[in-house]
C-alpha cells in the first residue's frame, strides 16, 4: 500500500498567494503533500477561498479575550487536523508560546527578508530606508521569539534604483512561492528537521541557509531533473 501523503496544515491571514503555490505544486504533482486544512485569525481572509469549505477553519482573534484563548482554540483546530507539517504562509499574528511548544520542530514560517535582517513588519520600506542592495525572503523553523527560528533556505533579489516598497514586495514575492514550495517538498519529504538553532538536512547540521538558484531549485539538496 502507497505511504499516506504528507499532511499540511496552513496558517492564513490575508490574500493567500503562497497557500496558492503550494495548492498549485500539488495539483501539478510537483508536491508530494496533502492540505488538510487552512487556518485563520481573520474570517474574511480572502485565502480562505482557495480551498473548498470542510478545509477551513476561522475565527476572529479580536473577540477572544486573550491571545491564549484564541491560540488554545487554533491549536485544538489544528491539532484535530492530524498534522505533519504546519506552514505559516501570510499568517500575520503571533503565534503564542504555548502554541509553538506543543508542534515545536513541525512549524514553518515565510518572512520577507533577509534573516537575520528585518523581523517583523514593514520589512520592505525598512530595507529600502536602509540602502541595501539586496532583499530577499526566507523560510524558517518558528520559535517563541519572532521570526527568530532556524533558517532552512533564503532567496535573493536586487534591490533597484526606482524601488519603492510595493514594488520591491512584487519582486520578492515572486521567489517567495519557488521558496516556499522547495522548503515544503524537503519537508514533506523528511529530509529537514530543527535541532536546537540548527537545521538538520538529511540529518546533517546546515550552516548557511540553503539558496533558491535561478531555476527555482535550492542548492545541494534537489535533483537538477526534478520539477
Ligand atoms: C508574504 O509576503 C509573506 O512573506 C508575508 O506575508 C505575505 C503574504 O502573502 N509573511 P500571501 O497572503 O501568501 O499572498
Not at 503565534?95 to 509553538?100: E, M, P, Y
Not at 542592495?133 to 521570526?147: A, I, K, T
Not at 533558517?151 to 517567495?176: F, G, N, S, W, Y
Request: aromatic share 4%.
Amino acid at each position: 500500500m502507497p505511504s499516506p501523503l504528507p499532511r499540511l496544515a496552513v496558517l492564513v491571514s490575508g490574500r493567500g498567494s503562497n497557500l496558492q503555490a503550494l495548492l498549485d505544486a500539488i495539483a501539478a504533482g510537483h508536491l508530494a503533500a496533502q492540505v488538510v486544512g487552512v487556518f485563520s485569525d481573520r474570517p474574511a481572509a480572502p485565502a480562505l477561498q482557495r480551498v473548498p469549505a470542510p478545509l477551513r477553519w476561522s475565527r476572529d482573534a479580536r473577540a477572544f479575550p486573550t491571545r491564549a484563548e484564541f491560540d488554545a482554540a487554533l491549536a485544538v483546530a489544528v491539532a484535530a487536523a492530524q498534522p505533519d507539517w504546519i506552514v505559516c504562509a501570510g499568517y500575520l499574528r503571533i503565534l503564542g508560546d504555548d502554541f509553538v511548544a506543543r508542534f515545536r520542530g513541525r512549524v514553518l514560517n515565510i518572512h520577507p527578508s533577509l534573516l537575520p535582517k528585518y523581523r517583523g513588519l514593514h520589512t520592505h520600506a525598512r530595507a529600502l530606508a536602509a540602502g541595501e542592495r539586496e532583499h530577499g525572503v526566507s523560510v524558517h523553523f518558528v520559535v517563541p521569539e519572532l521570526d527568530a527560528g532556524a533558517v532552512i533556505a533564503q532567496a535573493r533579489v536586487p534591490v533597484l534604483a526606482d524601488d519603492e516598497a510595493d514594488t520591491l514586495a512584487a519582486r520578492v514575492l515572486q521567489v517567495e512561492h519557488p521558496l516556499l514550495v522547495a522548503v515544503v517538498r524537503l519537508a514533506a519529504a523528511g529530509r529537514i528537521a530543527e535541532h536546537g538553532a540548527t537545521v538538520l538536512l538529511d540529518g546533517h547540521p546546515l550552516f548557511t541557509p540553503l539558496q533558491l538558484d535561478s531555476t527555482g531549485h535550492l542548492d545541494h539538496s534537489e535533483p537538477r531533473s526534478g520539477p
